[in-house]
Structures are given as structure tokens and as C-alpha cells.
């Protein structure tokens, strides 16, 4: 079984704080994403990275870098936490590999961040 | 862009009906997803849909796929409880774009 993990299911920061938000997955693959979902909205890309080192800009970006030095894990950093930043944070990966044409997104347990 | 639209947003149906969740999407894509929450949970992958045309069943639940109209239908037949959930619709190859989620709540 695929699995992802995340390294924290709840976070509490400060305004400010530099937060890192780590993702480990364990099936060797070669895509991995960070969402956020907000209530109403749905599940949003913030950045996702095709391999090691790779990275692409998803769909709201803003205020979010992220890091992939190891195949296996992707961070994702807020550089200085805001409150609108407060969310529930979701990583995926993906495997290019995978049964023909499936691209099948294998998702974390998922930490619960809140800015205060 | 693309857009997906999923509708209801939020059902409540009684144990034993059926009902149709649909999920309408904005630009042609080759491969829609259906996944599933639980509340405080992460998403489990129900169905992965590959071409037109393409139905697949599990247990209560099947989905179905129609790229021409560039719909998707997620069937319950018979509701139990434990299919109360959040189900969401997703649609693209690389990069997935999410539908806002159905809401379904199963009561006796």
C-alpha cells in the first residue's frame, strides 16, 4: 500500500513564523503536490514538483515556497505566516509508472494549520 | 481554465434511496477521478475514469463518464450510513482540479 505521511496532523503559529510543513512518501514516486482546502472551495494547488528539485507553481502560490532535495520528500514553507494562511494542508503523490494512463494522486492524513 | 462543478453541494437522503451526485467540467479532459473524505480524514481514491464511455461499480456506488458532454455521475444505489461522506469529483492528467465536494449525509 501506498503511504503518505505528514508531520504534523495539527499546528498552531504565530503570525509571522517562518512554518515548515514536511510530506514523506514511501512508494518512490515521481510526482508529489501540496493542496489546501478551505471550506466551500474545495481543494486548491499551491505547488507541485515532478521530480527531485522540480518545482511548478500551482494554482495560488502566493505567500508558499516549497523544497524537494530527496525523491521521497516535498516541504512546503510559509515564509511569514499570515492568519488567511489558516487551512487544512493536503500532500500527494503520484507515480508516472502507475497502471496506463491512471495518474492516481495517493493523499496524506493532512495537518490542520492555524495562524493566530 | 478549467472548472469543475459538482452539484448538490450537499445531500441528505434516507437509507435504502438512490440519488445522482454530478460533476460538470469546463474543458475536455481524458481522465476524471472521484474520491472520497471522511470528516477530519484525507481523501481515499474511489474511481478512476479513463474514456468515454468508461462505468465503474463498488458496492453502493457507481460511477460513469461522458467526455462529450463532459459529465460525470457518481450513482448510490440503496444508501447505508456508512456512505455518509464528503465525495468529491476531479478532473485534468497532471495537474487535478477538484470540484467544491458533495456533502452526503445518509439518515435512517
Known amino acids: 500500500d501506498v503511504k503518505v505521511t505528514q508531520s504534523s496532523r495539527y499546528l498552531v503559529k504565530r503570525t509571522g513564523e517562518k512554518v515548515f510543513l514536511e510530506c514523506v512518501q514511501d512508494?518512490?514516486?515521481?510526482?508529489m503536490f501540496w493542496y489546501r482546502q478551505d471550506p466551500g472551495l474545495g481543494l486548491r494547488l499551491i505547488y507541485f514538483?515532478?521530480?527531485?528539485?522540480?518545482?511548478e507553481k500551482g494554482d495560488i502560490p502566493e505567500g508558499y515556497s516549497v523544497s524537494r532535495e530527496k525523491k521521497e520528500r516535498f516541504s512546503l514553507i510559509l515564509e511569514s505566516a499570515s492568519t488567511n494562511q489558516t487551512s487544512m494542508y493536503l500532500c500527494?503523490?503520484?507515480?508516472?509508472?502507475?497502471?496506463?494512463?491512471?495518474?492516481?494522486?495517493?493523499f496524506g492524513p493532512g495537518t490542520r494549520l492555524t495562524v493566530l | 481554465e478549467l472548472k469543475v462543478e459538482q452539484n448538490p453541494l450537499f445531500l441528505s437522503m434516507q437509507e435504502g434511496k438512490n440519488y445522482t451526485i454530478y460533476c460538470n467540467y469546463s474543458?475536455?479532459?481524458?481522465?476524471l477521478y472521484w474520491y472520497r473524505q471522511d470528516p477530519g480524514k484525507s481523501l481515499e481514491s474511489l474511481f478512476v475514469?479513463?474514456?468515454?464511455?468508461a462505468v465503474k461499480q463498488e458496492g453502493r456506488l457507481m460511477a460513469s463518464l461522458d467526455t462529450k458532454a463532459r459529465l460525470s455521475t457518481l450513482h448510490i444505489t440503496a444508501a447505508v450510513h456508512d456512505l455518509s461522506a464528503t465525495y468529491f469529483c476531479?478532473?485534468?492528467?497532471?495537474?487535478?482540479?477538484f470540484g467544491t465536494g458533495t456533502r452526503l449525509q445518509v439518515f435512517p
Open positions: 514538483s515532478y521530480d527531485v528539485k522540480m518545482k
Open positions: 475514469l479513463l474514456s468515454n464511455g
Open positions: 476531479a478532473v485534468g492528467s497532471d495537474k487535478l482540479i
Open positions: 474543458t475536455t479532459s481524458d481522465r
Open positions: 512508494m518512490d514516486h515521481e510526482n
Open positions: 500527494a503523490s503520484r507515480s508516472i509508472l502507475g497502471p496506463p494512463g491512471s495518474g492516481e494522486q495517493f
